[in-house]
């Protein structure tokens, strides 16, 4: 490609509404424009490092047996209300009428309309497994679009469906699946962690997170360094801790009150009682479905809403408003404890607190708090579990070595429905005997903007993209430094054509601008390799810069083509 004919405008200046490299990147090398908010189009050159993704997405799925096909993004309301999911799905999904008054919407996901397309297709045993596949994109309303195609209401997703006839076979079925995500993120070039995740919500017997380590990640990831432990901050199991000799010698000792006048907060009780965080105990309440409850962990965690919320199955849950809390506590918030509470509600307590001694709680009594408060002499619990969010140097619940975190972007999802949709929508096989049982399914995605933004994370430096030869929209440019001489611009346009010869995306940048424009455009937009034509043309010898390593090397111009060619072979 002519750079002169390219449709591109790249940037100097960083976009002001753009927070990560990423995102800044990708609307200063002109790969993207913003339409909407979360509403993005692909310009040619982000088109094709698109496209490159999109089809080593392809490949894989294919290498993996799965079969393509493509939905509509628009589908009847009915399509979503026989699983539930019209209603569910709420603000986030984006409906639309038709003239004659159908409710339709823009599909968010497409259990739904593959498990019907299986439903009618197949009817025996002897047809399963089957596994199928689109890229397509989807349309999701988000609170909070940001971070360009990171996290946008319109994005492209490969969204595969297994069907089997038992949880044996989703088995194999999801390991396949395992497998082609492994080989696809793998080609990338990206550094990611499979983690555990929470399926509790979506009713699957397992479920998968591939995330790619980034300090911009939405997602905080416990793993284990010493076994291959790796889940994320909601579903991360903290046990019951091991507690010194020291603790467990302790002594109980009687409860007093403590005036603690205008104190609210932790970090305020902190610095009234001069005590560590670990001498507290937070009992926070929480309406859940409209039942108050109350959680108790350790004055310095996190309570874990994902984990609470599944003991009860939620669908809605916040935190108590003031006036529940008033009423049930008899204090003004700040205030809650333990004492008496279970009589009015459920207390839910943290596995750490249960090991816990002499602690301080709120006294339930305006401006009071109580001291060497413990578990079971002075308070009941209704029940002692996992509510809190995993911290680094917690116990590693396979190996028990300290666990670490880091921060990471969810690239793909593979998940074990099992018969969910298809007991819904009736999407049965005809077993050996004639009996008919629903299919066992699996859904497996994979956001390729999502991954496309998160490439351009793990590679890029303060010049630009840094793309691996694999996604890189060109794999090499061709600058002459003056068009108007005719040795420079001989060789170059040799050197492009036997390039262009070989099938590979390539530039010249046959523009009339200074070289140092030249350079600074093809290392925004990441080209791994560059060749300058200039001075020495007449001895043919050109110039090659590689954008991984910074690395220059004079050569021969048969020895460019050839480090072009052995850059993409790589
Ligand atoms: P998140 O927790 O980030 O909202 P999700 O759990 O809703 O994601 P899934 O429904 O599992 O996502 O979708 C599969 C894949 O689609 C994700 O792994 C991600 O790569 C991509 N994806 C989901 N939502 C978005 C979005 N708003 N913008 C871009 N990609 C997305
Ligand atoms: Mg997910």
């Known amino acids: 490609m002519r750079v002169s004919r390219l449709f591109m405008a790249t940037q100097r200046e960083v976009p002001s509404d753009a927070e990560i490299p990423s995102h800044q990147l990708m609307l200063r090398a002109g790969l993207m424009r913003k339409v909407a908010s979360g509403i993005y189009s692909f310009m040619p050159v982000g088109m094709k490092a ?265 669908t809605e849950m916040t935190l108590a408003a003031f006036d529940d809390v008033e009423r049930i506590t008899g204090a003004k918030v700040g205030f809650a404890g333990p004492i008496n509470l279970k009589e009015k509600i459920d207390v839910i307590v943290d596995n750490e607190v249960s090991v816990m001694k002499n602690f301080i709680v709120g006294a339930c009594e305006t401006d009071y708090h109580l001291k060497n408060v413990n578990i079971d002499r002075d308070f009941e619990a209704t029940k002692v579990c996992d509510i809190r969010n995993a911290v680094e140097g917690d116990k590693c619940p396979k190996c028990g070595k300290p666990l670490s975190m880091c921060r990471g972007v969810e690239v793909g999802h593979i998940f074990k429905l099992g018969t969910k949709y298809s007991s819904a929508l009736n999407c049965n096989y005809l077993d050996k005997d004639g009996k008919e049982n629903p299919m066992v399914m699996g859904c497996y995605g994979i956001g390729v903007g999502r991954t496309m933004a998160a490439v351009i994370e793990q590679y890029n430096d303060e010049d630009g993209i840094k793309w691996p030869v694999n996604v890189a929209p060109y794999k090499a440019s061709v600058i002459p430094t003056k068009i108007n001489d005719e040795e420079i611009m001989g060789l170059s346009e040799k050197i492009y054509a036997a390039i262009c010869d070989k099938n590979i995306d390539v530039l010249i940048d046959d523009r009339n601008e200074r070289p140092g424009v030249k350079f600074k455009d093809a290392d925004l937009i990441g080209i791994p390799v560059r060749i300058t034509v200039g001075r020495r043309a007449s001895e043919d010898i050109v110039e090659v810069k590689y954008r991984a390593t910074g690395e220059v090397k004079e050569m021969t111009s048969a020895e460019a083509i050839q480090a072009v060619l052995d850059a993409v072979k790589a």
């Open 50 to 314: 698109y496209r490159n993704i999109e089809n080593i997405v392809r490949e894989e799925m294919d290498k993996a047996g799965a079969q393509e096909l493509i939905m509509p993004a628009v589908l009847p309301a009915e399509v979503y209300m026989a699983s539930g999911r019209w209603e569910k799905f709420g603000p986030e999904m984006f409906r639309l009428l038709d003239r004659g008054g159908r409710q339709f919407c823009l599909g968010p996901t497409h259990e739904e309309p593959f498990t019907e397309a299986v439903r009618d297709t197949i009817k025996s045993y002897k047809q399963l497994p089957v596994t199928l596949y689109q890229i397509q994109h989807k349309y999701r309303d988000e609170k909070r679009p940001r971070f360009g195609v990171m996290r946008s209401r319109e994005f492209v997703m490969k969204d595969a469906y297994s069907f089997d006839v038992d949880e044996a076979g989703l088995d194999v079925s999801y390991q396949t699946m395992y497998k082609a995500y492994c080989s696809t993120f793998d080609r990338l070039g990206l550094d990611y962690i499979i983690v555990d995740a929470d399926s509790g919500a979506m009713g699957g017997s397992g479920s998968q997170e591939f995330m790619v380590k980034s300090i911009v990640g939405e997602d905080a990831i416990c793993y284990c360094s010493a076994c291959n432990y790796a889940a994320n901050e909601e579903k991360a199991q903290c046990g019951v801790p091991e507690v010194s000799d020291d603790v467990k010698n302790e002594a109980l000792l009687d409860v007093e009150k403590i005036y603690t006048p205008n104190v609210h907060t932790i970090e305020e009780l902190i610095e009234f009682t001069k005590s560590g965080p670990e001498a507290f105990v937070k009992t926070i309440l929480y309406n859940i479905d409209g039942k108050i409850v109350a959680a108790m962990v350790r004055g310095d965690r996190d309570i874990n809403e994902t984990k609470l919320g599944n003991l009860y199955d939620a």
